[in-house]
């Protein structure tokens, strides 16, 4: 990148290399905009006739080439590229979605000199509406050399950023209480209502049982029927382990165990199965409580239908803190 001092006149087209001021202080143009003939008229209204600009050498590219270049190979799913001031390109959300992030190609690529992004947690929620990256250039220009090693190692191994959409979502929920499952109802409907709500759902197919065997069995084999994007098993009790009433039941009624207990705290003794493709998620004592909890951090890419594993429940004790 090379800059220089041109006359006005002749700055059609060209960028600017830093911000413009009017005489009593106010900007008039930003850094890094590119002067069209409308500007040179303010500009030389103003009294100027002499502006710094910067002129792209051979082998580089403009940063809003770049910006859009890595933002367009990045991601997949439902969001859209808006380009902004300042070489930066920001993905915004187009539905309601279920942000899922590779970490690791992440912080490869925000290695690079020459273009970093930023993204939304890995596993958030996001409105329709909401930017959920955005990809920032290094002032004026970018080598096309590093740009294009940068596209290449996304063609290969991308995307960084998915936006899962969240459509037509449902949501099965069991109450049970040793005595009487209508008491756990009583208890958590309201925290429970509140917390969906959070994520633009509601609970859709809800039953209540005595925590016993049979009758839990029962009931999340007929919660499975209407297959729900997911089934949340709220007990009043806390399980020692998928020995107790609740393991059992869910491995009577089908469901296979992918984890049980989760480094986040609170929700230490989450239990996760899937009866199919159907998560069946247990974790008592989180709803109870209307503060975030393992139960908000898993609930977006479950509604997004996304299998979660165990493997990625393993990898939430880097911010599991959330107390």
Not at 44 to 53: Q, T
Not at 91 to 101: F, P
Not at 253 to 279: K, S
Request: charged share 25%; hydrophobic share 45%; proline share 5%.
């Amino acid at each position: 990148m090379r800059a220089q001092t041109v006359d006005v006149k002749n700055s059609n087209g060209r960028v600017l290399c830093c911000t413009v001021f009017r005489s009593g202080g106010k900007k008039l143009l930003a850094k890094g905009h590119v002067i069209s003939e409308e500007d040179i008229r303010i500009l030389e209204s103003e009294g100027m006739d002499k502006v710094w600009v910067t002129e792209l050498e051979e082998g580089e590219v403009s940063e809003d080439e770049a910006v859009c270049a890595v933002a367009s190979e990045m991601g997949c799913g439902c969001f859209e590229i808006r380009m902004a001031a300042g070489g930066r390109a920001n993905l915004v959300a187009t539905e309601n979605c279920c942000i899922l992030i590779d970490d690791e190609l992440l912080k490869q690529l925000n290695c690079t000199a020459s273009v970093v992004t930023a993204t939304a947690l890995n596993f958030s929620f996001a409105l329709a509406g909401q930017r959920i990256a955005t990809v920032k250039s290094a002032p004026f220009a970018v080598a096309r050399e590093q740009l294009d090693t940068i596209v290449s190692i996304l063609r290969e191994r991308g995307p960084i950023l998915q936006a899962r959409p969240i459509r037509s979502p449902s949501v099965g929920i069991l109450y049970t209480d040793p005595l009487n499952g209508d008491r756990a109802k009583q208890l958590f409907e309201a925290i429970m209502r509140q917390r969906l709500e959070r994520f633009g759902v509601a609970a859709n197919f809800v039953l209540a049982c005595a925590e016993d065997e049979g009758p839990v069995t029962r009931a999340l084999q007929h919660l499975a029927r209407s297959k729900p994007s997911v089934i949340l098993v709220a007990s009043t009790t806390a399980p020692a382990g998928p020995e107790d009433v609740v393991g059992k039941a869910i491995l009577r009624a089908g469901g296979q165990l992918e984890r049980f207990l989760a480094p986040v705290e609170p929700g230490n003794l989450l239990m996760l199965a899937y009866r199919d493709d159907i998560p069946l998620l247990s974790a008592p004592g989180c709803f109870r409580s209307a503060k975030p909890n393992v139960i908000d951090l898993l609930l977006p890419p479950l509604l997004a239908r996304y299998r979660v594993s165990g493997w990625e429940i393993a990898c939430l004790g880097h911010g599991g803190l959330l107390a």
